[in-house]
């Protein structure tokens, strides 16, 4: 089975204070990893993805995720929260089913920025 | 650019009602397409997803329905709703099934039956 879990469906941060969204994946493939944003009432936008290559990923708005194959990890990171990056976050993995590739999404965490 | 409309925005619908959802792509020829319905929690469920013109598949049996009459056109349908149909209902694309292409979503429907 393939599967994303995302740890916290709720997170509080300060505005200034490192941002840590947990994911972890298990996948019998090697996988590919992504990190959507959702502000309210509107669809998930895509902030960054690990296909191959440097496990360091870098996104947008000063979003990061590092890929740690021995962790199963794809965690999200941002140095310092802003306001506007309050918003659920979803995490993704690429799933393989024969021949077409699925992905699948995490149940999301949503992160409040404390001013 | 590619551009992916969804209507309608909202939609409050009674018990028994039919739905149809509508979903275009501009800017790309042969997209995949994909339904998910969202519930608090529960994170993004996987309704349907299409590879071409009138090729469906369905991932959860259910009170819907997908259809796909034309390349870029992608239609949500229900004959009779259920109380249990409420959610946030996301239409998608991508540019082909390899798992390292990413999905742009359209805005959403958020679907009140009452």
């Known amino acids: 089975a393939q599967s994303v879990t995302q740890l916290g469906s709720h997170v509080s941060v300060s505005e200034g204070a490192l941002v840590l969204l947990r994911c972890n994946y298990s996948?019998?493939?090697?996988?590919?990893l992504f990190w959507y944003v959702q502000y309210p009432n509107q669809g998930l936008q895509l902030l960054l993805k690990y296909t191959t290559g440097a496990t360091l990923v870098k996104g947008i708005n000063g979003f990061e995720a590092e890929f740690k194959k021995s962790e199963t990890s794809f965690h999200l990171t941002k140095p310092s929260a802003h306001m506007s990056d309050a918003a659920e976050y979803f995490c993704a993995v690429r799933l393989a089913s024969g021949g077409y590739q699925k992905v699948t999404f995490g149940t999301g965490t949503k992160l409040q920025v404390i001013p | 650019s590619q551009t992916i409309h969804q209507w309608p925005a909202t939609l409050v619908q009674p018990v028994g009602s039919p739905l149809s959802l509508e979903c275009t792509v501009e800017g790309t020829s042969n997209p995949n397409l994909y339904w998910y319905r969202q519930a608090a929690g529960r994170g993004l469920q996987l309704l349907f997803y299409s590879v071409g013109i009138g090729q469906i598949s369905s991932e959860v049996p259910q009170n819907l329905s997908a259809s796909r009459p034309q390349d870029r056109q992608f239609i949500l349908s229900s004959k009779k709703l259920l109380l249990s149909d409420s959610g946030f209902y996301l239409c998608?694309?991508?540019?082909?099934?390899?798992?390292?292409?990413?999905?742009?979503f359209g805005q959403g429907t958020r679907l009140t039956v009452v």
């Open positions: 996948s019998s493939v090697p996988p590919y």
């Open positions: 998608a694309w991508r540019r082909d099934d390899r798992g390292n292409t990413e999905a742009f």
